[in-house]
């Protein structure tokens, strides 16, 4: 049962690694974040339960360097999501400072033989009140390392859904409603993760206010069978959420199957679901027209070919760009024939075509109609982009 979580969360890596990477690689930041946090979790049980002392000497403090890259893996995963690429910017590197402190911090306790760190495992698992004053070091005591990471992973956790939100708030990028479902569903997994870490922070802080050292170590906890449940929660939650796990195609989780299970007993409190029924069909034929076809890319492409070309009014058209993908046709058209023209840029085309040439491939009428919908969505004209991601 030690290593149930641990198995899971592997399991579960691989699982996003095949279903995601070809669509989007910054899957691996998500990765990083659920490898270290499950370890985490799991050096928290191992001190509290009492046994295998040998894995808690091979996992204390040896990770703590990873442990700190959990905030700075949360955002970029974030930022990457929404931006539909891999963000590996030069701004990474100054995210990647405090945990090559730590690092620094901890070298000495890495020189400590392995005999002599089974002792000192075996008084933190004992709850001797002298343990960390023989954790050598070699910048700063290693009670405040522990009080640095509970304290930047969470501030980090909490940056990350405020970009998310002010994201979203701006509407400076467009971003597709199956994106938004992920990034919501990750955000909830993250904070049903965080919330029991939270309780027993304050369970630990004041009913044993005199051994709150930030590991939570109680009596209440000790030898509890049923503690490694704790570590189970985040792999979980993931499971739950199967689109999460494989993607935005896959069916709903159980939790939703059965809420739809419940509402067909209902039928009269929901008058409106053969309308949102038809609206959903819509909207996919839509997109996978879209997709498909690059029809966008004709000049004159509008709103009035899609209806001939799938049979649907105008009217419901509109309402699709509307209320689902929560954008007008224009913008959304533009951002497809933006996304065509870095696609391009990304494939060595402005080394042999120029930006005007590039911006009629794309379906723009003119160079300065391409160059204001290039920078309403990239915040930058494509020469600059050019020169900071090629």
């Given at each position: 049962?030690?290593?149930?979580?641990?198995?899971?969360?592997?399991?579960?890596?691989?699982?996003?690694?095949?279903?995601?990477?070809?669509?989007?690689?910054?899957?691996?930041?998500?990765?990083?974040?659920?490898?270290?946090?499950?370890?985490?979790?799991?050096?928290?049980?191992?001190?509290?339960?009492?046994?295998?002392?040998?894995?808690l000497a091979l996992l204390f403090l040896h990770l703590d360097a990873l442990f700190c890259l959990m905030g700075p893996a949360g955002?970029?995963?974030?930022?990457?999501?929404?931006?539909?690429?891999?963000?590996?910017?030069?701004?990474?590197?100054?995210?990647?400072?405090?945990?090559?402190?730590?690092?620094?911090?901890?070298?000495?306790?890495?020189?400590?033989?392995?005999?002599?760190?089974?002792?000192?495992?075996?008084?933190?698992?004992?709850?001797?009140?002298?343990?960390?004053?023989?954790?050598?070091?070699?910048?700063?005591?290693?009670?405040?390392?522990?009080?640095?990471?509970?304290?930047?992973?969470?501030?980090?956790?909490?940056?990350?859904?405020?970009?998310?939100?002010?994201?979203?708030?701006?509407?400076?990028l467009y971003v597709k409603r199956k994106v938004w479902f992920l990034l919501t569903r990750v955000m909830w997994v993250l904070l049903?993760?965080?919330?029991?870490?939270?309780?027993?922070?304050?369970?630990?802080?004041?009913?044993?206010?005199?051994?709150?050292?930030?590991?939570?170590?109680?009596?209440?906890?000790?030898?509890?069978?049923?503690?490694?449940?704790?570590?189970?929660?985040?792999?979980?939650?993931?499971?739950?959420?199967?689109?999460?796990?494989?993607?935005?195609?896959?069916?709903?989780?159980?939790?939703?199957?059965?809420?739809?299970?419940?509402?067909?007993?209902?039928?009269?409190?929901?008058?409106?679901?053969?309308?949102?029924?038809?609206?959903?069909?819509?909207?996919?034929?839509?997109?996978?027209?879209?997709?498909?076809?690059?029809?966008?890319?004709?000049?004159?492409?509008?709103?009035?070919?899609?209806?001939?070309?799938?049979?649907?009014?105008?009217?419901?058209?509109?309402?699709?760009?509307?209320?689902?993908?929560?954008?007008?046709?224009?913008?959304?058209?533009?951002?497809?024939?933006?996304r065509h023209a870095t696609d391009l840029l990304r494939e060595g085309a402005h080394l042999s075509t120029s930006i005007e040439g590039?911006?009629?491939?794309?379906?723009?009428?003119?160079?300065?109609?391409?160059?204001?919908?290039?920078?309403?969505?990239?915040?930058?004209?494509?020469?600059?982009?050019?020169?900071?991601?090629?």
């Amino acid at each position: 049962m030690v290593y149930t979580s641990l198995f899971l969360t592997g399991l579960i890596s691989l699982v996003l690694l095949i279903y995601h990477w070809g669509e989007n690689k910054g899957v691996i930041y998500l990765v990083i974040l659920l490898v270290a946090a499950s370890a985490r979790q799991l050096v928290f049980l191992l001190i509290n339960i009492q046994t295998e002392t040998s894995l808690l000497a091979l996992l204390f403090l040896h990770l703590d360097a990873l442990f700190c890259l959990m905030g700075p893996a949360g955002l970029y995963y974030f930022q990457s999501v929404l931006k539909g690429r891999l963000v590996l910017d030069w701004a990474l590197l100054l995210h990647l400072i405090p945990a090559l402190v730590i690092l620094l911090n901890t070298l000495p306790y890495y020189g400590v033989p392995f005999a002599e760190k089974l002792q000192f495992m075996a008084q933190v698992q004992a709850d001797d009140p002298s343990r960390e004053n023989n954790f050598p070091y070699l910048l700063f005591h290693y009670h405040w390392q522990k009080l640095f990471l509970l304290a930047y992973n969470i501030l980090y956790t909490f940056t990350s859904f405020a970009y998310v939100i002010r994201v979203r708030q701006k509407g400076k990028l467009y971003v597709k409603r199956k994106v938004w479902f992920l990034l919501t569903r990750v955000m909830w997994v993250l904070l049903i993760s965080i919330v029991p870490i939270v309780l027993l922070a304050l369970y630990s802080a004041f009913a044993i206010p005199e051994k709150f050292t930030t590991s939570f170590v109680s009596d209440t906890f000790r030898s509890n069978r049923f503690f490694y449940l704790f570590t189970l929660i985040l792999p979980v939650s993931i499971l739950l959420m199967p689109r999460v796990l494989y993607g935005e195609n896959q069916k709903d989780s159980p939790l939703e199957r059965f809420w739809g299970w419940i509402k067909q007993f209902f039928p009269k409190g929901y008058p409106d679901t053969t309308q949102r029924s038809l609206e959903s069909e819509d909207m996919q034929r839509i997109v996978a027209y879209l997709e498909k076809g690059k029809p966008y890319l004709k000049e004159d492409f509008s709103q009035h070919d899609i209806s001939i070309a799938l049979n649907i009014p105008q009217k419901r058209i509109t309402e699709c760009f509307n209320k689902q993908l929560k954008a007008s046709f224009p913008l959304y058209r533009n951002t497809l024939r933006i996304r065509h023209a870095t696609d391009l840029l990304r494939e060595g085309a402005h080394l042999s075509t120029s930006i005007e040439g590039i911006a009629t491939l794309s379906g723009f009428k003119s160079k300065s109609a391409f160059y204001l919908a290039f920078k309403a969505l990239h915040g930058i004209t494509p020469v600059d982009w050019i020169k900071e991601n090629l």
